[in-house]
């Protein structure tokens, strides 16, 4: 069970705007940590997607933004393409757990 | 621009330590911060660590006991300690680097598969 909720899956179509929320509570999220946010590919290692919140490292296509309220964030990718079907790691700290990072489940991202 | 590259065992046997080295290239292990992260088969991430550049250290609470993180400048390397090692510590291990809780994870290792198994 991960401290960081993430829907297992989402699908669209190519073309289309999906959304994978990343719902966490008062120790994490809510206490103002910030949030980032990995995509791997199949068979590689994660690459950072996101950054605080809504930063996109250079080279991030501007298709991907990330958004956060309360205690959940979400990402978004617009345009998709067939080449953004991966998982989607959302990542965060908590309070509760000494400041330690915290990950959410994962969200496997499939184009139609 | 940093590179990393993960090496060890592949293969531990249960109750004995897991000792894993990342090489760091293109930079140097004493301007930044670097953790270890594992993925246990068709599963998720899993933060074990991570080392500050000053030396201090945080480890994930349900790990603590059994995990050391370390650096060597001398050798521009960084190392995982994992002891007790049961089945459940088979993953894809990657070393990566911590940008801090601002910016994140920014570069990874391309991950090494270890198996615990008798």
């Known amino acids: 069970q991960s401290v960081l909720t993430q829907p297992p899956s989402v699908s669209g179509a190519p073309g289309q705007r999906v959304t994978i929320s990343c719902t966490g509570s008062?120790?994490?999220?809510?206490?103002?940590?910030?949030v980032h946010w990995y995509q791997q590919l199949p068979g590689t290692a994660p690459k950072l997607l996101i950054y605080?919140?809504?930063n996109r490292p250079s080279g991030v296509p501007n298709r991907f933004s990330g958004s956060k309220s309360d205690t959940s964030a979400s990402l978004a990718i617009t345009g998709l393409q067939a080449e953004d079907e991966a998982d989607y790691y959302c990542?965060?700290?908590?309070?509760?757990?000494?400041?330690?990072?915290?990950f959410g489940g994962g969200t496997k991202l499939t184009v139609l | 621009q940093v590179q990393l590259q993960e090496s060890g065992p592949g293969l531990v046997k249960p109750s004995e330590t897991l000792s894993l080295t990342c090489n760091v290239s293109?930079?140097?292990?004493?301007?930044?911060?670097w953790s270890w992260i594992r993925q246990p088969p068709g599963k998720g991430l899993e933060c074990i660590g991570y080392?500050?550049?000053?030396?201090?250290?945080n480890y994930n609470p349900s790990l603590k006991s059994r995990v050391t993180i370390s650096v060597d400048t001398s050798k521009n390397q960084f190392f995982l300690k994992l002891s007790s090692v049961t089945a459940a510590d088979t993953a894809i291990y990657y070393c990566?680097?911590?940008?801090?809780?601002?910016?994140?994870?920014?570069?990874w290792g391309q991950g090494t598969t270890v198996t615990v198994s008798s």
């Open positions: 990566a680097r911590y940008e801090g809780r601002a910016y994140g994870v920014d570069v």
């Open positions: 990542q965060s700290y908590d309070s509760r757990l000494s400041g330690s990072w915290v």
């Open positions: 293109g930079g140097s292990v004493s301007s930044y911060s």
């Open positions: 605080g919140n809504t």
């Open positions: 080392i500050y550049y000053s030396g201090s250290t």
């Open positions: 008062s120790s994490n999220i809510g206490a103002g940590y910030d």
